[in-house]
């Protein structure tokens, strides 16, 4: 039991780690220098699509949750119902359920704006002056805008899940 405990620990560390840290990446450097690279920044899109990006970032976003859920089961199981009124248990549930709202944003919000981001500024590139390209073109502005804000609200559900799992072990 003990081992795996902290198997799952580890991948609840790790995985967070990862996840909060890519998403703050994209959305406090990557997302803001391909807006002012404008159809430059394109290819970077397609590449995070084709390295699979907007496939294992929801992944490993519903391990770190799982494995958060388990790890704050195993608590109440182990210490007794007692710590689940402690601050500690208070502060932990309050980063779970900022990480559990990122990964609904992300996967139903952040993720389909992306992936139609993508679609759509490859279908701008290839369309022809006109009517077709003025609709892409006004297609690609709701996306990015949909993209934009489902990304700072995830990043911002993370930094709050990640301030609370940092400080609820020492309250």
């Not at 406090?28 to 404008?38: D, F, K, N, Q």
């Not at 496939?55 to 608590?75: E, K």
């Not at 590139?125 to 609200?153: C, I, N, T, V, Y």
Request: proline letters at 4%; glycine letters at 10%.
């Amino acid at each position: 039991m003990e081992s795996f405990f902290l198997l799952m620990r580890l991948l609840h560390v790790f995985l967070g780690v990862f996840w909060a840290g890519a998403v703050i990446f994209v959305a406090v450097y990557l997302s803001p220098s391909m807006r002012e690279a404008g159809p430059g920044g394109l290819p970077i899109l397609q590449g995070l699509q084709k390295r699979g990006y907007f496939t294992v970032m929801p992944i490993l976003a519903l391990v770190t949750v799982v494995s958060g859920f388990w790890l704050y089961w195993n608590m109440i199981a182990t210490v007794g119902p007692v710590w689940a009124g402690s601050m500690s248990a208070r502060v932990y549930g309050v980063g779970a359920a900022a990480g559990l709202v990122a990964l609904i944003f992300g996967v139903f919000w952040l993720r389909p704006a992306s992936i139609n981001m993508v679609r759509v500024a490859e279908q701008l590139a290839a369309a022809a002056p006109g009517a077709e390209r003025d609709d892409l073109q006004a297609e690609l502005a709701r996306h990015r805008m949909r993209s934009g804000s489902a990304l700072r609200w995830v990043a911002l559900l993370l930094a709050i899940a990640t301030v609370c799992m940092a400080l609820a072990r020492y309250l």
